[in-house]
């Protein structure tokens, strides 16, 4: 069956940068886009944007355009998303989806940044 | 972007009672394919986002059939036919025939 594992969760530092992973199993990766999705303390799900696993290409929303980073390593089925330079209201939850439907989703990563 | 519209946003209701979301959305969901990419999500407290209908009305594998999609064009609506407690949690509807993706502000459902 489809699972998507994310790593654990992330205390950082302001100015900081994080690396979140999100392996792949149950499927062929590189048949089906990944996407990001972050979901603030108490609030909705915001849609950050997808990668394309064939090309690696990346596609972001605005307001995730610059500190975020989507990434791949094929090799391990897996997709990365790293945001540098971290500010306190990047605080959130952030999930892997596949596919452009958003089909199966990861456990999400618990991202907090505080001095 | 489109803007995805969910009322109500609190929906308290009595166990084994039927429940009603709409989704509104500001430009019409049909895609050039011939599909209407709609798609609904149920988050339960604690938990990831899971999706249980898509395409408006298609039930993802494993969801119970008490839960039903409807709806064309702008306008959507998620029904559950009789409320169990493992409801309780967030509902969202997703557009997916656009870019960017947009979610509605989510439904909290609970029980009375």
């Known amino acids: 069956q489809v699972q998507l594992v994310q790593s654990g969760s992330e205390l950082k530092k302001p100015g900081a940068s994080v690396n979140i992973s999100c392996k792949a199993s149950g499927y062929s990766f590189s048949d089906y886009t990944m996407n990001w999705v972050r979901q603030a303390p108490g609030q909705g799900l915001e849609w950050m944007g997808w990668?394309?696993?064939?090309?690696?290409?990346?596609t972001y929303a605005q307001g995730f355009t610059g500190r975020f980073v989507f990434s791949l390593d094929t090799s391990v089925s897996t997709a990365y998303l790293q945001i540098i330079s971290l500010k306190t209201e990047d605080t959130a939850v952030y999930y892997c989806?596949?596919?452009?439907?958003?089909?199966?989703w990861g456990q999400g990563t618990l991202v907090t940044v505080s001095s | 972007d489109v803007v995805m519209t969910q009322s109500p946003l609190s929906l308290p209701v009595t166990l084994g009672q039927p429940a009603s979301i709409s989704c509104r959305s500001n430009q019409s969901l049909l895609h050039s394919d011939g599909n209407t990419y709609l798609n609904w999500f149920q988050q339960r407290p604690g938990q990831s986002p899971r999706r249980l209908i898509y395409k408006v009305s298609k039930r993802d594998s494993g969801v119970p059939d008490r839960f039903s999609g409807s709806g064309s064009g702008t306008d959507f609506t998620l029904k559950i036919s009789r409320v169990e407690a493992e409801d309780v949690g967030f509902y969202y509807c997703?557009?997916?025939?656009?870019?960017?993706?947009?979610f509605g502000q989510g439904t909290k459902v609970e029980i009375k």
């Open positions: 990668i394309n696993t064939n090309t690696g290409n990346p």
């Open positions: 997703m557009q997916g025939t656009h870019w960017p993706r947009t």
């Open positions: 989806a596949r596919d452009s439907q958003s089909s199966s």
